[in-house]
């Protein structure tokens, strides 16, 4: 089959970040998104973002348009929220987010009302009936499809350091799980969902998604829920190995490190270079230690099995590409990196407050919702708390 890949200016970049709906005063997940969507419908028809629904009621998503910098695509994001506040404050409903929630239950939400989610509900069941995590998705503009999977497989070696920058779902239906993330060792349960696979080139993806469609596997390319996928609609590159971030600026660092690697590798690939890979069960292993470990995983960097703590390895990479982050203007939020790796990830503060109110899980909740508003910080929350 042929499976056309879409026009985009190269390393453009669009975010997607999916939140929580909270009842502010006890926390638990408040399912008003169809309400909040019906009221932002009409007055948003125009904007530059986007204000959608997902799998539970829980939830809404926002995407901003296409950014030729992070900059441009943070205010989209930045002015998606202040748009939703006006709707959800009157309700007294807030916003936070995290690749989960501390102490909710699956039983206790709602399923959107499309046909989509209902079908892969009734074919997952369990699993999917689970899926009660929250991640962010950036788009990177990718202008020759021949790039796309030299890209993405060199990509999959940073995979664990994007995931434990991200890491932020210590938690899960009330109690502490001893990873970082969570989020991510469950959503790899979904038939389609988990690691790429190493395809050499877009012939081969072709030929994977033809035999996908032609065994009932999935319909189309959207169905692909890898951890890093091509976007054939978008002409992009999409990495979705990130838990939800907590912050507009750590979500701002993280996307500009994708950004500047996707346009490192391009570079790489124009000097004629072969791209760095490594075998497909060091990726594996490296998803399983970042999970299990966040931001203090030792992570295997080559072919050769050389190890480094995940910290070492991005602060290198980050000194190799840092001309890069200047020429894309994203060199402000590539520096929120050094923040993220100095102050600790979401799941650290998460455990952190946890640890402080002695195991109170809503207290954990009421941070999020605090760091999200860009309130207190860590050590204000922590003294409120008479530690």
């Known amino acids: 089959m042929t499976v056309p890949f879409a026009t985009s200016a190269r390393s453009s970049v669009g975010l997607e970040w999916e939140l929580m709906l909270a009842d502010g005063e006890t926390g638990d997940l408040a399912p008003r998104a169809p309400e909040v969507l019906a009221v932002l419908e009409e007055q948003t028809a125009l904007e530059r973002y986007t204000v959608t629904g997902e799998l539970l009621t829980n939830t809404v998503e926002v995407t901003s348009g296409i950014g030729g910098t992070i900059a441009a695509a943070v205010d989209d994001i930045a002015d998606?929220?202040?748009?939703?506040?006006?709707?959800?404050n009157p309700m007294q409903v807030e916003l936070l987010c995290a690749g989960s929630h501390p102490?909710?239950?699956?039983?206790?939400q709602q399923v959107t009302d499309k046909t989509r989610y209902h079908k892969l509900i009734e074919r997952t069941q369990w699993w999917g009936r689970n899926m009660m995590i929250w991640g962010i998705h950036v788009h990177v503009g990718v202008e020759d499809v021949n790039k796309v999977f030299p890209i993405i497989n060199a990509l999959a070696v940073?995979?664990?350091h994007l995931q434990a920058l991200s890491a932020s779902s210590p938690f899960w239906a009330g109690e502490r799980t001893g990873y970082a993330s969570n989020r991510s060792l469950v959503f790899q349960q979904l038939p389609t969902a988990g690691l790429p696979w190493p395809l050499q080139n877009w012939s081969?993806?072709?030929g994977y998604l033809g035999d996908m469609e032609r065994t009932g596997v999935m319909a189309d390319a959207s169905e692909v829920r890898w951890d890093i996928r091509p976007a054939p609609r978008w002409g992009t590159i999409e990495v979705r190995a990130c838990d939800g971030m907590s912050t507009l600026p750590e979500l701002a660092a993280v996307a500009s490190l994708v950004q500047v690697l996707v346009e490192y590798f391009s570079r790489q690939l124009d000097e004629g270079r072969e791209l760095p890979t490594i075998q497909p069960w060091f990726v594996r292993e490296n998803k399983w230690r970042a999970a299990r470990y966040g931001l203090d995983a030792r992570?295997?960097?080559?072919?050769?099995?050389?190890?480094?703590?995940?910290?070492d390895h991005l602060r290198e990479t980050m000194a190799r590409v840092s001309d890069i982050a200047g020429d894309l203007h994203c060199a402000r939020?590539?520096?929120g990196l050094e923040t993220i790796m100095t102050q600790g990830a979401s799941y650290a503060r998460q455990t952190m407050v946890a640890d402080a109110a002695d195991g109170d899980l809503r207290e954990v909740v009421h941070h999020l919702i605090r760091e999200f508003r860009a309130g207190p910080t860590l050590r204000e929350h922590l003294a409120a708390l008479g530690h």
């Open 103 to 108: 102490f909710a239950q699956w039983y206790d």
């Open 158 to 160: 940073y995979l664990p």
């Open 299 to 311: 992570v295997i960097v080559d072919s050769a099995g050389t190890q480094m703590p995940v910290r």
């Open 80 to 88: 998606a929220i202040a748009a939703i506040r006006t709707v959800t």
């Open 333 to 335: 939020e590539f520096a």
């Open 204 to 206: 081969e993806f072709e």
